[in-house]
């Protein structure tokens, strides 16, 4: 529900049958042209913020930060991460608070066709290099 033109909020109630679990949750977002801030909590102890700033038409950086809070170590996460648009394709990359660092590439080769180049690197030990997928794209 837009509150005003650059302000919405909205929510929702959720169930998980398989599990027997319920929980609300409450979300907002604040955009002008040149950035994006988002804020959602939900009953289940889960909180996240995210923020998106557009430096350039070709170049994006963002933020955000997750907390769980009823889980028994209290998981915090905060990551950083970039949006590049080169001439014919497009790299995008992030690094967070938990020694993770990963880069996606993704190039238009023809009308529905893509090529993706993806790494992810933990720190200090190698998860996954060289990810490479065509998608076909109807």
């Given at each position: 529900m837009s509150v005003t033109n650059h302000l919405s909020l909205g929510g929702e109630v959720f169930w998980n049958g398989?599990?027997?679990?319920?929980?609300?949750?409450?979300?907002?977002?604040?955009?002008?042209?040149?950035?994006?801030?988002?804020g959602q909590i939900a009953s289940t102890g889960m909180a996240l913020l995210s923020y998106v700033q557009k430096v350039s038409d070709k170049v994006s950086?963002?933020?955000?930060?997750?907390?769980?809070?009823?889980?028994?170590?209290?998981?915090?996460?905060?990551?950083?991460?970039?949006?590049?648009?080169?001439?014919?394709?497009?790299?995008?990359?992030?690094v967070d608070s938990n020694g993770v660092c990963a880069a996606f590439l993704e190039e238009r080769l023809n009308m529905g066709l893509n090529?993706?180049?993806?790494?992810e690197v933990r720190a200090l030990s190698f998860v996954h290099i060289g990810f490479i997928r065509l998608f076909i794209i109807l």
């Amino acid at each position: 529900m837009s509150v005003t033109n650059h302000l919405s909020l909205g929510g929702e109630v959720f169930w998980n049958g398989q599990h027997r679990k319920s929980g609300v949750g409450y979300a907002a977002r604040y955009n002008t042209d040149k950035m994006v801030a988002t804020g959602q909590i939900a009953s289940t102890g889960m909180a996240l913020l995210s923020y998106v700033q557009k430096v350039s038409d070709k170049v994006s950086l963002a933020t955000d930060l997750m907390c769980n809070f009823n889980s028994m170590s209290r998981d915090v996460t905060a990551s950083f991460g970039y949006d590049y648009i080169l001439r014919q394709c497009r790299l995008r990359g992030k690094v967070d608070s938990n020694g993770v660092c990963a880069a996606f590439l993704e190039e238009r080769l023809n009308m529905g066709l893509n090529f993706i180049l993806s790494a992810e690197v933990r720190a200090l030990s190698f998860v996954h290099i060289g990810f490479i997928r065509l998608f076909i794209i109807l």
